[in-house]
């Protein structure tokens, strides 16, 4: 026999205008009758083994044992969602309302991150822990919030069943994930992070460091007007980042090559040469120019080192080797612009 429906009654004693309820669309949770809960609930279930999935898929290739875990933990919500659509049959038959997430004001929502087409391995991993805390808290505060008993215990089931997601992860983790699987997945993550984040930011800091040295040391030894070498300096580190973020991104989609998102690579570019150029513009922003010269040559220092000490730490180059390139070319360039200056 099926029960009468009850809408969840705390908060009952606050009365709300009638017009602020018309502003929105979505129905209110606390609004919502057990019946729509549990259907709320089981959508929300299917919603999310959807989402483990997509996971999946998309590490399938790259990151097999990962893969393999989301695979089980949809499976999981699977099973959660088929013991709660027995539960709602039990206690108001086969048909279930459509109601979903974007149905509900003050329900816990996804973050969209999941849509994204270049999420990292520990992104989609603190992704998915996110998404199995925030469904255990969301239903615990909410039984602890209604007097029913009926409704206590189905939220309470609700909650036992989002924390259990966590368990399940740890063993399916521990099943697929041994530590020769997750150094190997760590591995091709690093991989990756070099080849779309630090591979373009190093071309990009070196490209700034160095192309911009002969311009701004060549104008400051023919003018010796800080305001003026300031001013090249400027255009010269912008106009470089500018460049050097549109061609990294339009040369290479990533696809054939793997090396990620081209608009993340441009922004690591574009950014890290303009960075690489100002680095040593900025301080003829001081009006004294043998001040600000001297300030500039031993900022310029610290980059080249810096960039030995990068190439050294991702890219495994031997940091003599690495020094030596670096300070040589910078070494060239920055006299080539004293000469071309003083001349």
Known sequence: ????????????????????????????????????????????????????????????????????????????????????????????????????????????????????????????????????QQGADFYTRAAGRTEDAGTRKLLGDLAAAEAGHARMAGALEAEHLGE???????????????????????????DGSVSTLA?????????????????VGTAASVGAGISMGFTEAAHDDGVLSGRGSPWKRGFASGIMTTVGGLGHALPYL????????????????VELWAIAWIQNRYMETPFVRAALQVVLGGALVFAAGALIGGG
Not at 180 to 206: C, H, S, Y
Not at 286 to 301: K, R, S
């Open 286 to 301: 001081i009006p004294d120019f043998w001040t600000a010269t001297t300030i500039a040559m031993i900022v310029v220092f």
């Open 180 to 206: 020769d699987e997750r150094n190997e997945e760590d591995a091709v993550a690093k991989r990756q992070f070099i080849l779309t984040w630090v591979q373009p930011g190093l071309a990009g800091l070196m």
């Open 1 to 132: 026999m099926q029960q009468p429906q009850r809408t969840l009654d705390w908060n009952r004693s606050k009365k709300r205008p009638t017009h602020a309820l018309l502003l929105s669309s979505r129905r209110r949770f606390l609004d919502l009758t057990e019946q729509e809960v549990l259907a709320l609930a089981i959508s929300s279930e299917e919603d999310d083994a959807q989402i483990y999935r997509g996971f999946a898929q998309r590490l399938r290739a790259d990151y097999p044992a990962s893969a393999a875990v989301f695979d089980g933990m949809a499976v999981e919500e699977d099973d959660h969602r088929r013991r709660l659509i027995e539960l709602h049959r039990e206690r108001f038959g086969e048909v279930i309302p459509l109601i979903r997430r974007e149905h509900v004001a003050g329900y816990y929502a996804r973050r969209p991150v999941w849509l994204s087409a270049n999420l990292s391995l520990d992104t989609i991993r603190g992704e998915v822990r996110a998404m199995e």
């Open 215 to 231: 311009p701004i040391f060549a104008t400051a030894f023919a003018t010796q007007d800080t305001w003026t070498t300031f001013l």
